[in-house]
């Protein structure tokens, strides 16, 4: 079954020996940053940690604060109630094989359906956990006496009660770097759930940080050209799955509270906010209310982010908050970016895994997909293939720039099927061996990450792909391509044995 509350998914990672706790105090200010990212780097990716008397601005929060959580393989298996992620690639494999699609259009449209049937439907509640403590905000940002229903409690709060992370020296101030946000097409009135940084700003603005590819500023430009205040809604915690959903590269339509309740197999309750047009899941554990006023935009960053480098300060959206809604027994779920290996990654390659089966259908000779730590997802691509005729590898690379996120790749290597992708050592080693600089290499003009701060000019730049697979007849190589290196199957069975002998 699903996960009834964060606070559940913490004690399945305690249950697990996948939890450390810290009863001491530790201040949001560096410091517990400084904590995790040792943590993150030790091998594996550590433990989770849940900070239990998080400390700011010299008080004691009201909220302990778990961070790491799904920081290495095993947890993100456990943050979606999964044996190994590759349990959920099959699900999807499998909804693609009942009737198998033409082209990819047709692929994301099956695989829409077959979420759609399978208990994914979300459900319409009226009450939920989540708004069992309110806080409300006036027009002059002042907190409101909240009015009481059934099980809710009235509360004087603000983002300062939060224990929000200043995570870099050099950042702008503090962020919110897990949340989940919810927003509408005006139009279609379709849904999207994104993962935005937030910068808080006071007790009730922050930053807005959704950049001009993503679908939140979409909507927000559509808010614009109606001359319309934008509702916004921003979960917190909750089941892990939604927060997995918010950050996976789904394609325009697949809705992504749809897709948590495919992942966790139970439709996801929704309940609606108290001061927005707008619905949540009723079983996260904290609730930002509010609305980004067309045109208004302000200062935002720095921020130490995922690149490993400071983002210049840039003009983003500002969002208002009208409302606060949490559970009783709340956790403030945090993470830190930064120089790799980070929790990330493993959230990120989790998220390769499960979608392999989608790239698959479009593309019949990929193997292996696998976005090294060290390329902080799009600087770097590794894809194994097996290959049939001349410039096989140049083809499926530019079908990959042409697939959504994957137009941000900088560096795209493709090596033959019998090497391991996730293994960077062996992708290094062929790339050196395997290639003609000249021959095997092609460059292009393709947009690139808005957070890249290579290019000469931000959000277009150059991206290079290599072909590092053994060269056929018609690939402009004259010579006999010679064999690598490698031990007979009974020599490594005799010695295997061998060595089980001497113990």
Same mark, same amino acid.
């Given at each position: 079954?699903?996960?009834?509350?964060?606070?559940?998914?913490?004690?399945?990672?305690?249950?697990?020996? #996948?939890?450390?706790?810290?009863?001491?105090?530790?201040?949001?200010?560096?410091?517990?940053?400084?904590?995790?990212?040792?943590?993150?780097?030790?091998?594996?990716?550590?433990?989770?940690?849940?900070?239990?008397?998080?400390?700011?601005?010299?008080? #004691?929060?009201?909220?302990?604060?778990?961070?790491?959580?799904?920081?290495?393989?095993?947890?993100?298996?456990?943050?979606?109630? +999964?044996?190994?992620?590759?349990?959920?690639?099959? #699900?999807?494999?499998?909804?693609?094989?009942?009737?198998?699609?033409? %082209?990819?259009?047709?692929?994301?449209?099956?695989?829409?359906?077959?979420?759609?049937?399978?208990?994914?439907?979300?459900? *319409?509640?009226?009450?939920?956990?989540?708004?069992?403590?309110?806080?409300?905000?006036?027009?002059? &940002?002042?907190?409101?006496?909240?009015?009481?229903?059934?099980?809710?409690?009235?509360?004087?709060?603000?983002?300062?009660?939060?224990?929000?992370?200043?995570?870099?020296? #050099?950042?702008?101030?503090?962020?919110?770097?897990? !949340?989940?946000?919810?927003? &509408?097409?005006? %139009?279609?009135?379709?849904?999207?759930?994104?993962?935005?940084?937030?910068?808080?700003?006071?007790?009730?603005?922050?930053?807005?940080?959704?950049?001009?590819?993503?679908?939140?500023?979409? @909507?927000?430009?559509?808010?614009?050209?109606?001359?319309?205040?934008?509702?916004?809604?921003?979960?917190?915690?909750?089941?892990?799955?939604?927060?997995?959903?918010?950050?996976?590269?789904? =394609?325009?339509?697949?809705?992504?509270?749809?897709?948590?309740?495919?992942?966790?197999?139970?439709? /996801?309750?929704?309940?609606?906010?108290?001061?927005?047009? +707008?619905?949540?899941?009723?079983?996260?554990?904290?609730? +930002?209310?509010?609305?980004?006023?067309?045109?208004? $935009? &302000?200062?935002?960053?720095?921020?130490?982010? @995922?690149?490993?480098?400071?983002?210049?300060?840039?003009?983003? =959206?500002?969002? *208002?908050?009208?409302?606060?809604?949490?559970?009783?027994?709340?956790?403030?779920?945090?993470?830190?970016?930064?120089? =790799?290996?980070?929790?990330?990654?493993?959230?990120?390659?989790?998220? /390769?895994?499960?979608? +392999?089966?989608?790239?698959?259908?479009?593309?019949?000779?990929?193997?292996?997909?696998?976005?090294?730590?060290?390329?902080?997802? *799009?600087?770097?691509?590794?894809?194994?293939?097996?290959?049939?005729?001349?410039?096989?590898?140049?083809?499926?690379? *530019?079908?990959?720039?042409?697939?959504?996120?994957?137009?941000?790749?900088?560096?795209?290597?493709?090596?033959?099927?019998?090497? %391991?992708?996730?293994?960077? $050592?062996?992708?290094?080693? &062929?790339?050196?061996?395997?290639?003609?600089?000249?021959?095997?290499?092609?460059?292009?003009?393709? =947009?690139?990450?808005?957070? %890249?701060?290579?290019?000469?000019?931000?959000?277009?730049?150059?991206?290079?792909?290599?072909?590092?697979?053994?060269?056929?007849?018609?690939?402009?190589?004259?010579?006999?391509? !010679?064999?690598?290196?490698?031990?007979?199957?009974?020599?490594?069975?005799?010695?295997?044995?061998?060595?089980?002998?001497?113990?």
């Amino acid at each position: 079954m699903a996960y009834s509350s964060f606070g559940q998914f913490i004690t399945a990672l305690e249950s697990a020996g #996948e939890l450390e706790r810290i009863p001491m105090p530790v201040d949001t200010d560096l410091l517990i940053a400084e904590w995790a990212n040792r943590e993150m780097k030790s091998p594996g990716g550590g433990k989770a940690l849940l900070f239990e008397r998080p400390i700011v601005d010299g008080r #004691e929060a009201r909220f302990p604060l778990a961070i790491n959580t799904m920081g290495s393989t095993r947890r993100m298996a456990l943050a979606l109630k +999964l044996d190994d992620i590759a349990d959920l690639a099959q #699900e999807i494999q499998l909804i693609l094989k009942a009737k198998p699609p033409t %082209d990819l259009r047709g692929g994301w449209n099956l695989l829409k359906q077959g979420v759609n049937l399978l208990h994914a439907r979300p459900k *319409h509640v009226r009450e939920g956990a989540c708004q069992e403590v309110v806080q409300l905000f006036g027009e002059r &940002r002042t907190p409101n006496v909240a009015r009481r229903t059934s099980n809710e409690e009235v509360s004087q709060f603000s983002l300062t009660d939060l224990p929000i992370l200043k995570c870099w020296p #050099e950042d702008g101030g503090r962020f919110i770097t897990l !949340p989940n946000v919810h927003t &509408r097409d005006p %139009d279609t009135g379709e849904r999207n759930l994104g993962m935005y940084r937030m910068q808080v700003y006071d007790d009730c603005t922050t930053g807005m940080h959704w950049q001009v590819h993503k679908v939140g500023a979409r @909507h927000g430009k559509r808010y614009y050209e109606r001359g319309e205040r934008m509702p916004v809604a921003v979960t917190l915690g909750g089941d892990p799955a939604y927060t997995f959903a918010a950050t996976a590269p789904l =394609p325009d339509g697949l809705d992504e509270i749809l897709f948590a309740g495919f992942i966790r197999k139970k439709s /996801v309750e929704l309940v609606k906010c108290k001061t927005i047009d +707008l619905e949540v899941p009723a079983d996260v554990d904290f609730v +930002l209310e509010g609305y980004v006023q067309p045109g208004e $935009s &302000r200062p935002e960053g720095p921020f130490g982010d @995922h690149t490993g480098f400071y983002t210049a300060v840039e003009d983003y =959206p500002v969002f *208002h908050l009208t409302a606060i809604t949490h559970r009783r027994d709340a956790v403030y779920p945090s993470t830190i970016v930064g120089i =790799p290996p980070m929790e990330d990654y493993y959230i990120g390659d989790a998220s /390769v895994r499960v979608f +392999l089966p989608v790239f698959k259908m479009n593309f019949p000779e990929l193997v292996d997909m696998a976005l090294p730590a060290e390329g902080v997802f *799009h600087n770097l691509v590794f894809v194994s293939i097996r290959k049939q005729y001349p410039y096989q590898a140049f083809k499926l690379m *530019h079908g990959l720039w042409g697939m959504g996120q994957m137009m941000f790749s900088k560096y795209i290597v493709v090596v033959d099927e019998d090497c %391991d992708v996730h293994n960077t $050592s062996e992708v290094l080693f &062929r790339l050196c061996a395997n290639t003609d600089p000249e021959r095997d290499s092609t460059i292009i003009r393709n =947009p690139s990450d808005s957070l %890249d701060h290579a290019p000469s000019a931000q959000n277009v730049g150059s991206h290079m792909g290599f072909d590092a697979t053994r060269k056929l007849p018609g690939e402009n190589y004259h010579r006999t391509w !010679p064999e690598l290196v490698k031990m007979t199957d009974e020599a490594q069975r005799l010695v295997d044995a061998l060595q089980k002998k001497a113990g």
